[in-house]
């Protein structure tokens, strides 16, 4: 069974066929696909983006796709950046520039301050119908300093505190056992499974 990722980005695609490892499903992305889509993820919520994502490429894909919304939320910032998470230095930044603007933004605020949240809303669904639905969320702090050179987005700045190393620093198999992402995929888990049968 081929599952289609609505997203193009490398890195979550391979952090998703980790995750998936040991099953049947197949990955694809919309560009193996050649579907050129690109819904305007204007949601409040994750889960609203993720399900916009998920019925748009649903409707264009003969199979079951997998739709996620994810970011960063900081309690010091009132949640932000949220759901402009890859968006937070402007719609063309790139994740050194979305980190660069989220240091500035916590100069001065103090490591007790600095508690966050990475939040990921998983949507799966085939045609015009959502099949399940699932949010995995990993709380940490903000370093102020970026440490670690794996992982993507965020993850250098992200402290795992019961670990004691950034989401940079951890090795993927130990982060996708704690990841938000990880955390909604096997709560997704039984629905996927079903896929295979």
């Keep these: 069974m081929t599952l289609l990722l609505a997203s193009n980005n490398a890195k979550k695609r391979r952090e998703l066929e980790r995750i998936l490892e040991g099953t049947a499903l197949r990955v694809t992305t919309p560009a193996e696909a050649g579907l050129t889509l690109d819904p305007e993820e204007d949601g409040e919520t994750f889960a609203a983006n ?18 996620d919304d994810s970011g960063l939320e900081v309690d010091a910032l009132d949640g932000r950046p949220g759901v402009r998470s890859a968006r937070f230095a402007g719609e063309d930044a790139d994740d050194a520039a979305n980190r660069d603007r989220l240091r ?21 669904a085939r045609g015009d119908e959502v099949l399940a639905e ?28 019961p670990s004691g190393r950034s989401f940079a620093e951890l090795p993927p198999a130990e982060k ?22």
């Design 50 to 67: 993720a399900r916009k994502k998920a019925l748009a490429f649903a409707g264009a894909f003969d199979g079951p796709v997998l739709a």
């Design 104 to 124: 500035r933004e916590l100069e001065g605020v103090p490591e007790a301050r600095r508690s966050a949240r990475f939040v990921c809303h998983l949507v799966l």
């Design 134 to 161: 699932a949010r995995g969320e990993v709380d940490g702090r903000i370093l102020d300093r970026e440490r670690g050179d794996a992982g993507f987005g965020y993850d250098p700045l992200f402290l795992h505190e």
């Design 176 to 197: 996708d056992a704690v990841s938000h992402r990880g955390r909604a995929l096997a709560a997704l888990a039984p629905r996927l499974r079903d896929l295979e049968a």
